[in-house]
């Protein structure tokens, strides 16, 4: 398959599962939405990736997975909103922030997310309640979050790697990720060859930049006894519109339409994810501002 997708795959034994994906296009888009820079782009990027592959556990298109990471870093608060469609979302506050490069020469994710905060998962999944986990950051670099959030708030051991390659004029390369999860019933020796392979496992960017697909991911953390069960295509897609932005408009109450609608001809509403603008006209806010309940 070609483009973004995630696969899935388990050893023969069924005691592994794993979830690798290429998601470079995605991340791209992103990037170029929000123009991002370098640390920002590898951030919202593995975030992104990571949004990307929990799509596989949502059933119907109309199911979705919020992502929320709340750090005490410069970059502020990252969110992903992805469906069981495929289509994934992002956002993050401030997407021009500049550090050195950490102790081994890659960008600073960690300092830029901060080391403190928290994480957050919701997944609507049509029922009553949706479901809602959180944990404490643990490094900020994110595949480590996540790998403690699977432990933790799903209890399920868990190994993730996440990386976004970014060149010097501030494009992305590259992105991916892998989630290699180890399931009840696994063996001492199956999970510790897990473990060695996940150690070993060079940077998912740069393999993604030299051709490696999705499925090699998966060998290179299942080995070679794995089986491919699926492909899901993922790719960037925000939900907004006109409608949507003017159901805001309309929730700003009749004071402040009227107020807006005084004091300039046109009104303009950016969504927060994909930074398209919306313009209102003076009769249309007022429209709005009839339809009012308060």
Known sequence: MTGDYVATGTTRSGHIVGYAARSTNLVRTLQERHDTWPVASAALGRVATMGAIMTVGLKRDDHQVTIQVRGNGPLGNILVVATGRGDVRGMIDEPHVELELNAYGK?????????????????????????????????????????????????????????????????????????????????????????????????????????????????????????????????????????????????????????????????????HFCLTKYHFTREEVLSFHDVAKY
């Open 107 to 271: 960008l600073n994710v960690g300092t830029a997310v901060g080391c403190e905060g928290s994480l957050y998962v919701t997944k609507d999944l049509g029922l009553k309640e949706p479901y809602r986990g959180s944990v404490p950051l643990v490094s900020g670099e994110i595949g480590e979050d996540f790998t403690y959030y699977y432990a933790v708030s799903e209890q399920t051991p868990s190994a993730v790697s996440v990386g976004v390659l970014v060149d010097r004029d501030f494009s992305v390369i590259s992105a991916g990720g892998i989630l290699v999860q180890a399931l009840p019933d696994v063996e001492e020796e199956e999970l510790r060859a897990l473990e060695d392979a996940m150690a070993r496992l060079p940077n998912v960017s740069s393999l993604i930049r030299d051709g490696a697909t999705p499925e090699d991911l998966l060998r290179m953390a299942c080995g070679s006894n794995l089986q491919v069960l699926d492909q899901k295509p993922v790719q960037f897609q925000c939900t907004c519109s006109k409608e949507r932005l003017g159901r805001v408009l309309l929730s700003l109450g009749r004071d402040e339409l009227k107020k807006l609608a005084d004091e300039q001809e046109t009104t303009e509403l950016v969504c």
